[in-house]
């Protein structure tokens, strides 16, 4: 309905502000579309598998423009090694953010099998990165975009045919939809509204993690549940605002629980306190505003160490 109301919106009125009204309200439309294609990959939403597949694709793919087939790779890959800065996918955004000095020393991602190099453009960037945290998000749209289509090029996908016809599909809709607008200066505003507006998901993606303890090497199973507990931040929030948040807001308790249905993750939320607090794990919560003052404050930390190596060493230690 939300889909609807934004494109005839967008056909029907001549009015700049209403425009960027309803290039705002799409952003809204692809953060509700991501929700549900976290629910439909973790949990069938729908009747069966394959009309659960349709859900995925259509909200993922033809809605909102992302490879739901990369995104499960990837999500899967994050619950099994959460906070591991080898392994997390979720940790790995060099050259413009750093959550952990290790990545200084070049570590190797076992994810993209590849060498995540610091070098001076990225140190550079990282120096910065506390103040170019919001503005990036604004445009993270773009590296997910990037990432279905290298994925798809590159990997074997299940129903890879079925993905890169939704992806078309998205691609057709989308700029259709903004060529439609009376002139350039508009069509690049609604753009601009609906990708920024998704920066309330991607800083939701990373509040629950970005700030928390991390480590390097492979998950074990061993300490599988101590590492899970001690990488991870739930959002407080009242119970009204949990549509805003997706499930996200309970992050412990999802990750203990991937499959369960986010509309139960509340209830079952006094009985993982009572369990951490039997086993004497932590379960760190905070505001959303404080989440957000944690995680600028974590990566101002390492931005200024980042900037640190760019002094020169004194002679007398040389």
């Known amino acids: 309905m939300l889909f609807t109301v934004c494109v005839y919106g967008a056909l029907s009125s001549e009015s700049c502000l209403v425009h960027l009204v309803y290039g705002g309200l799409m952003g ?43 995104w499960k790779r990837n999500h899967t890959t994050h619950h099994i090694a959460v906070n591991s800065l080898e392994y997390d996918p979720n940790l790995q955004h060099m050259p413009v953010f750093v959550v952990s000095s290790k990545f200084f020393d070049s570590i190797t991602s076992k994810y993209y ?8 453009l990225t140190r550079f960037l990282v120096s910065y990165q506390h103040f170019t945290y919001y503005l990036v998000m604004c445009l993270a749209r773009l590296n997910l975009f990037a990432q279905s289509f290298v994925l798809l090029s590159n990997k074997p996908v299940p129903n890879r045919g079925e993905e890169i016809l939704g992806l078309l599909v998205f691609w057709i809709w989308y700029p259709l939809l903004v060529s439609c607008l009376p ?27 970005f700030s928390t ?10 300490d599988c549940l101590e590492k899970q507990m001690n990488g991870m931040l739930n959002i407080t929030c009242s119970e009204f605002m949990d549509w805003f948040h997706g ?32 086993h004497g794990l932590p ?29 020169p060493v004194p002679k007398n230690l040389v």
């Not at 729908?46 to 990369?70: E, F, H, Y």
């Not at 099998?113 to 001076?120: A, I, N, P, Q, S």
């Not at 499930?247 to 993982?272: A, D, N, T, Y």
Request: proline share 3%; glycine share 6%; aromatic share 10%.
């Open 28 to 70: 809204f439309v692809w953060i509700q579309c991501g929700w549900l294609g976290h629910d439909s990959g973790h949990y069938l939403i729908m009747i069966d598998r394959k009309v659960n597949l349709l859900a995925q694709i259509l909200t993922g793919n033809c809605l909102a423009g992302i490879s739901i087939g990369w």
């Open 183 to 209: 002139n350039w200066g508009e069509r690049v505003m609604f753009v601009l509204a609906s990708f920024s507006v998704t920066v309330i998901q991607h800083v939701q993606l990373t509040l629950n993690h």
């Open 213 to 222: 303890s991390v480590y390097v090497g492979e998950p074990r199973v061993n």
């Open 113 to 120: 099998e590849r060498k995540l190099k610091f070098d001076t």
């Open 247 to 278: 499930g996200l807001q309970f992050q412990i308790e999802h990750h203990l629980f991937p499959r369960l249905p986010r509309c139960h993750l509340r209830k079952i939320s006094p009985f993982v306190k009572d369990l951490c607090k039997k």
């Open 283 to 311: 379960y760190d919560s905070a505001s959303f505003y404080k989440a957000n003052e944690m995680t600028v404050a974590t990566l101002r930390a390492m931005a200024l160490q980042a900037h640190d190596l760019t002094k």
